[in-house]
């Protein structure tokens, strides 16, 4: 599926998810009828997240989030849809909502689980970066400490199933300016991603484009600029030569560009990202885009998640 054009796996996928929901959709309306009806519009949603089709998938968030309040189903599918709702939010640009609908998330998923299990732990990773896009850099180190608390309980300090801890951690850090503990979070997960990923996964480019700003903000642009080729090229492949989700590592390219002089294929590169941004019609994203555009140009480059809006 990694090299599978994005609109033939959407369109194809989406239909037959479509297919399921309807066949669910038509039986008894029991709880548990409502809790597969749920899901099937959920999984049908992600489809189109993934690919950052958030319009298309909002509808059918909706659709879940009536059939689980109206259908009594399990705490756990709520919180589903909830953090699925969440997701959604942020993906818009809805900060506040996204932020609201994960805390309600969260707590119906301790109701479900208990508040150490992992998956809690996953969730206040979420629920810290969404405060990180927020600017709510204290809020968003609680929520990511208390997430490594949690698993530090089941896990060792270096088991894999750390390594997205640590690289959110890195996030931070740069989000916060602090390049040196950036650099030995990344630096600490990187060998794990490429060994349980491979160098062409969507997660893997997403770390190196992370790397990328790093170097940008230390000053080694040689080193920056490799690494946002290397992830560009991975989410081309992946999302098309012109999807908006490249958009981040446009921006980023660009920047490095401005620093070593190279003008022309900055403002080419922004144009591009502009063109791919403004074929999303989410008014906040084009809002965002343009403040992150004049900072780049003004020679007031920016790096980390709150620069871009990075889901």
């Known amino acids: 599926m990694r090299y599978i054009s994005s609109r033939i796996f959407c369109k194809s996928t989406a239909a037959a998810i479509a297919a399921a929901v309807i066949i669910a959709a038509a039986g008894d309306t029991s709880a ?7 899901r099937k519009f959920r999984s049908m949603a992600r489809v189109y997240m993934a690919y950052g089709r958030y319009k298309k998938a909002e509808p059918l968030i909706e659709r879940a989030m009536a059939a689980a309040r109206e259908g009594n189903v399990s705490d756990g599918e709520l919180a589903m849809c909830l953090l699925d709702l969440a997701g959604l939010h942020k993906g818009l640009q809805r900060f506040e909502k996204a932020e609201e609908a ?24 979420i629920l810290s970066s969404i405060l990180i896009e927020r600017g709510e850099l204290r809020q968003a180190d609680e929520a990511l400490h208390q997430a490594e608390t949690i698993m530090l309980e089941s896990h060792g300090p270096l088991d894999k199933a750390m390594v997205p801890f640590w690289v959110d951690r890195a996030k931070l850090s740069l989000a916060q300016g602090d390049t040196k503990t950036a650099e030995a979070f ?9 060994a349980g990923y491979g160098p062409r996964h969507l997660y893997t480019a997403a770390v190196m484009a992370g790397i990328a700003e790093m170097r940008a903000l230390q000053g080694r642009l040689g ?6 080729d290397k992830a560009i090229d991975i989410q081309q492949r992946i999302y098309g030569q012109d999807n908006h989700m490249i958009t981040p590592s446009w921006l980023t390219k660009a920047g490095i560009c401005l620093a070593d002089g190279n003008q022309k294929e900055a403002r080419r590169l922004i144009q591009k990202a502009r063109s791919a ?23 007031r480059p920016s790096y980390g998640p709150v620069a871009y809006g990075r889901m």
């Not at 548990?32 to 749920?38: L, V």
């Open 186 to 194: 990344f630096g600490k997960a990187m060998d794990h991603i490429m």
């Open 102 to 125: 994960c805390r309600l998330g969260l707590k119906l998923q301790k109701n479900a689980l208990y508040d150490t299990h992992p998956y809690v732990a996953h969730t206040l990773r």
């Open 277 to 299: 941004v403004t074929e999303t019609n989410n008014p906040r994203a084009m809002a965002k885009f343009e403040q992150r555009a004049r900072q780049l140009l003004a020679g």
């Open 32 to 38: 548990k009828a409502n809790d597969r009806t749920s």
């Open 223 to 228: 080193e920056a600029d490799d690494y946002i």
